[in-house]
């Protein structure tokens, strides 16, 4: 059985940092990734890597670091500068396929429950 767990979330002051991880457990990914849903708003690609590569959407680049931890099936997002904008509920994601961009929900099999972040202004 897949499980995708993450944790991290929290409450943090504008300009502070946040890492959230989460740890994948029943199988291996070719992809791994964040997305974030804000209240209201239609959930949004933050950052995925792809085996060895990264991708970030625009808006957390030169902020956000994502990584993957292989040995342990784990993938983490260092976020820093955080923006009051920043504020959503972060999901982790991971996919087995390469049909779709890695910035498509599409792209994606199995979905975590979800961490709040919330940045206070």
């Known amino acids: 059985q897949v499980q995708l767990v993450e944790s991290g979330g929290g409450l943090v002051q504008a300009g502070g940092s946040l890492r959230l991880s989460c740890a994948a457990s029943g199988r291996t990914f070719n992809t791994m990734g964040w997305f974030r849903q804000a209240p209201g708003k239609e959930r949004e690609f933050v950052a995925a890597?792809?085996?060895?590569?990264?991708v970030y959407a625009d808006s957390v680049k030169g902020r956000f670091t994502i990584a993957r931890d292989n040995t342990k099936n784990t993938v983490y997002l260092q976020m820093n500068s955080l923006k009051p904008e920043d504020t959503a509920v972060y999901y982790c994601?991971?996919?087995?396929?390469?049909?779709?961009?890695?910035?498509?929900?599409?792209?994606?099999?199995?979905w975590g429950r979800g961490t709040q972040v919330t940045v206070s202004s």
């Open positions: 890597a792809p085996l060895s590569n990264t």
């Open positions: 994601a991971a996919g087995t396929g390469y049909s779709t961009s890695v910035a498509s929900t599409g792209r994606y099999d199995y």
